[in-house]
């Protein structure tokens, strides 16, 4: 196992210095700011941060009454923390330019992020309208982890936590999977460099890796970390104690969530249409699969677990929003929730007190997301795209493995 690490954390490093270098693309026919596309991202940066508070009310209906101000506080404290965070350094370690493993400093306190468009990132918006779109991002992420430890960690810890995480971990990781830019050689010729998953050929839409599977699986290390509730008995749950926030905050998450997938076309075209569609239908299946197996299974079917059902078909979604045929969101939608569904059966045989089922959820249902992305993808919906192993590339399956592991 330490030798496993060990090669790992060298592969990283290794990475960290060497970028993934190929000519730069055609420039595009058009570089001036598009006021409808503009609006799409202004548009679809507000539905993400409504996701915030939503998710707030909704983790607070699932608590026990005396934690339920607290719980929805600790979104709220997320987003000031992660703002502060990407403006100082966040945004730039993410996205800007640097090498296949690691960003720099160059955008730092977003010096050179104004109005004009960045070409590599969304060549009809301006850029401050990008940076300020992956910042709702960049805030949600660690929010969705608070669900994992509600109930027993302090404020204080939480905002270090948030601080700390941001940056190591999910500015890494959105580096890897997102960034892009172009640099001119002393040669007077043009790179183009991407981070590496970027690079190796990895797909995510928009965050199934790089938010729900490092939260999912975040919030179970975190858990394992601060240890178990007071009280707490894995075979006896305590019941939610407002339904009415979980079913109002499932509601503005499902409302955000579709600029939260949409947006991340970057323009009001083709592919943010399918990915609104797919994220709604998506949703509902997954709302229903639920729903259903509750009646099997409890045979009560119960709003909560409705709620908690359209929640992870948004999830499954999210990777493969803007790459798929309307079609394929239903299967995604059916068999994530069936498969998160039974997965979160074995909770209580699990050492870790995952308060509110975050690595279920999130971490399992991106797991599934970013794997059926593989097989469904399709250049059809999306020429940026590529497409997966029932398109007759099957080795985009072998990347989005690479991706999840790592």
């Not at 595009?28 to 503009?38: F, K, L, R």
């Not at 700390?164 to 183009?192: E, F, K, P, R, V």
């Not at 503005?252 to 075209?269: C, H, I, Q, R, T």
């Not at 299974?297 to 078909?313: E, F, I, R």
Request: aromatic residues 14%.
């Amino acid at each position: 196992m330490f030798r496993l690490k060990t090669a790992l954390f060298g592969l990283l490093l290794l990475l960290g210095f060497v970028s993934a270098q190929i000519p730069c693309p055609a420039p595009a026919d058009y570089t001036s700011i598009d006021e409808g596309d503009t609006s799409w991202m202004l548009a679809s940066s507000a539905l993400v941060l409504l996701m915030t508070p939503g998710l707030g009310f909704f983790y607070g209906g699932l608590v026990r009454d005396k934690n339920v101000v607290n719980t929805i506080m600790l979104s709220y404290v997320a987003m000031a923390a992660v703002i502060i965070q990407w403006v100082f350094v966040g945004y730039s370690f993410a996205f800007g330019p640097g090498t296949a493993g690691f960003g720099s400093f160059r955008w730092g306190g977003l010096k050179d992020v104004g109005i004009d468009p960045n070409p590599d990132y969304g060549a009809t918006v301006p850029h401050i309208s990008f940076m300020n779109f992956q910042m709702m991002f960049a805030i949600i992420t660690p929010a969705l982890i608070s669900g994992g430890i509600v109930e027993r960690m302090k404020f204080s810890s939480f905002i270090i936590f948030v601080f700390l995480w941001s940056t190591i971990c999910y500015d890494l990781l959105a580096h890897w999977m997102w960034s892009a830019w172009s640099q001119i050689n002393d040669d007077g010729s043009c790179t183009y460099r991407m981070g590496w998953l970027r690079a190796m050929g990895a797909i995510d839409f928009a965050g199934g890796t790089v938010i729900h599977i490092s939260s999912g699986f975040s919030a179970l290390v975190a858990a394992a970390f601060v240890g178990k509730r007071k009280g707490f008995d894995p075979k006896e749950p305590h019941p939610a104690y407002n339904v009415p926030f979980v079913m109002l905050g499932a509601a503005l998450l499902w409302f955000g969530w579709l600029g939260f997938n949409g947006g991340s076309a970057v323009a009001a075209n083709g592919p943010a249409a399918i990915a609104v569609a797919n994220s709604s239908i998506a949703a509902g299946a997954a709302f229903f699969t639920w729903l259903m197996l509750d009646a099997a299974v409890k045979k009560t079917p119960s709003a909560v677990g409705a709620c908690s059902g359209a929640v992870v078909g948004l999830v499954v979604i999210t990777p493969a929003s803007g790459f798929i045929v309307p079609g394929y969101a239903i299967i995604l939608g059916c068999v994530g929730a069936a498969i998160v569904y039974f997965a979160a059966k074995l909770k209580k045989y699990m050492p870790f007190d995952d308060s509110l089922d975050v690595f279920f959820v999130h971490g399992i249902g991106g797991v599934v997301g970013a794997f059926m992305t593989g097989l469904f993808a399709t250049t059809d919906v999306n020429p940026y795209g590529s497409n997966g192993a029932f398109y007759g590339n099957p080795i985009l399956l072998g990347y989005q493995v690479l991706a999840i592991v790592m």
